[in-house]
């Protein structure tokens, strides 16, 4: 009755153990490192995408409002605005804001804010290349797969001699274009997901230059006001207030 019953509630397993065998029995070596590889890349995006998610990379807002309130003179509330928040951004600009606030060199500031961005950039990087490895190496690995495969199925073909058995040369055709399979099978997801991420980078590292940038600088979208227009010189006034002088 123990043994039904465990036979009854693991079919899911033991089906999947058994075709995982198959796979490894069929394809041979070149499939195994193929299954390592995929276990190796998918560790590597989760442990990056658990990173992504700690640091809360896609946390813009805390920043952008932090910005509107520095750049509206509420110096105490922006600064206070950035407590708490992990996002490198967050924490980029909250350094600039300090520096500025505390009367610091321009440069000296810019060089800290440069030297904490590269150092969580690069933080964020990590990983990128084994996942750039494996994505390159799968397809590599299942077409020498692939290779050996026919090489094998041939030989075999040779020794049948006269007595040639088409489902010879068609079974060793199918193992052998199953490590390309695997290969893609592994490549595909790997390049999506790195591309991917590799672009949250990118968007985080232009997030930090972009609100970074606007600590040191003045918005010159915003019309003239009256007090700007009337000390401006009068090659840069409006032309209506020009011809009332």
């Known amino acids: 009755m123990n043994d039904e019953t465990l036979t009854m509630t693991s079919p899911v397993p033991s089906g999947i153990y058994e075709q995982l065998a198959q796979l490894l029995q069929a394809g041979g070596p070149v499939v195994a490192i193929l299954l390592a590889m995929s276990v190796i890349a998918l560790t590597i995006i ?46 980029a600009l909250a350094r600039a804001m300090r520096g500025q606030h505390r009367g610091l060199l321009e440069a000296k500031v810019r060089e800290e804010v440069l030297r904490y961005g590269g150092d969580v950039l690069e933080t964020l990087r990590g990983g990128f290349r084994p996942l750039e490895v494996i994505a390159s190496l799968a397809p590599l690995l299942g077409l020498f797969g692939t290779v050996l495969g026919m090489i094998k199925a041939f030989q075999q073909l040779e020794a049948a001699g006269n007595q040639v058995n088409p489902a010879i040369l068609s079974g060793g ?59 401006a010189p009068a090659r840069l006034r409006p032309a209506a207030v020009s011809a009332g002088e």
């Open 46 to 91: 989760l442990l990056k995408l658990w990173q992504f998610q700690a640091v809360r990379t896609g946390e813009r807002r805390t920043a952008v409002e932090a910005l509107r309130l520095w750049k509206s003179g509420r110096i105490g509330e922006a600064l206070t605005h950035t407590e708490g928040s992990r996002n490198p951004v967050v924490q």
């Open 173 to 231: 055709i199918w193992e052998a274009l199953l490590t390309t399979a695997v290969g893609l099978a592994v490549a595909i997801p790997t390049v999506a997901l790195l591309n991917w991420l590799e672009r949250r980078v990118d968007r985080l590292a232009h997030d930090m230059d972009n609100l970074v940038t606007q600590v040191f600088t003045e918005d010159l979208s915003a019309e003239l006001t009256s007090e700007e227009e009337t000390h």
